[in-house]
T-cell receptor, first 108, second 117 residues
């Protein structure tokens, strides 16, 4: 069964708005990663946050991790139509376990 | 521009036929993963190898699926006999041994879309 569960499962916003996706998980982790999947393509690694980190930034991406609540959030600021994709969180202990993904649609 | 390659990209076959999917990991990566993606189940890990040795294939139906790495540049996933419920997109990913930090960053191939009729 999936370790991570993304929330919401689908989100539709206008270009320029911010998009926030949440991920909850069940067991201890070494790190948590976020991946993006464009339609019909493989997953692409976006950002990794280690279990001893609380926040991390990469360009327009901001990831937070709350190990006490077993949750993480991914914020995409100033969204673009090209950000339209499915986003997955993946937790890692001995191996990566992916959630079911969240579909983000950014309307131009 | 190093990337994971997978062949074929699309495969349509009849129930009962053997299906072989191939993956070429990124040169130098020592860990290879096979995933299956469906709408219902999401992304499931089927098996993974490190230094060509199978580490975990608990996600794979053993009676019909087999995964091998004949050499460092080729990983294969076979289904024999195939069934309609095997219809899915199969992804291969490769990465480097995580080391003490236990970090797995994986690089995905484009996938093989399998349809079993």
């Amino acid at each position: 069964s999936q370790q991570g569960e993304e929330d919401p499962q689908a989100l539709s916003i206008q270009e320029g708005e911010n998009a926030t996706m949440n991920c909850s998980y069940k067991t201890s982790i070494n790190n948590l990663q976020w991946y993006r999947q464009n339609s019909g393509r493989g997953l692409v690694h976006l950002i990794l946050i280690r279990s001893n980190e609380r926040e991390k930034h990469s360009g327009r991406l901001r990831v937070t991790l709350d190990t006490s609540k077993k949750s993480s959030s991914l914020l995409i600021t100033a969204s673009r139509a090209a950000d339209t994709a499915s986003y997955f969180c993946a937790t890692s202990w001995a191996k990566l376990v992916f959630g079911k993904g969240m579909k983000l649609t950014v309307n131009p | 521009d190093a990337r994971v390659t997978q062949t074929p990209r699309h495969k349509v076959t009849e129930m009962g036929q053997e299906v072989t999917m191939r993956c070429q990991p990124i040169l130098g990566h020592n860990t290879v993963f096979w995933y299956r993606q469906t709408m219902m189940q999401g992304l499931e890990l089927l098996a993974y190898f490190r230094n060509r040795a199978p580490l975990d294939d608990s996600g794979m139906p053993k009676d019909r699926f087999s995964a091998e790495m004949p050499d460092a540049t080729l990983a294969t996933l076979k289904i024999q006999p195939s069934e309609p419920r095997d219809s899915a997109v199969y992804f291969c990913a490769s990465g480097l041994e995580p080391g003490l930090a236990g970090v797995y960053e994986q690089y995905f191939g484009p996938g093989t879309r399998l349809t079993v009729t």
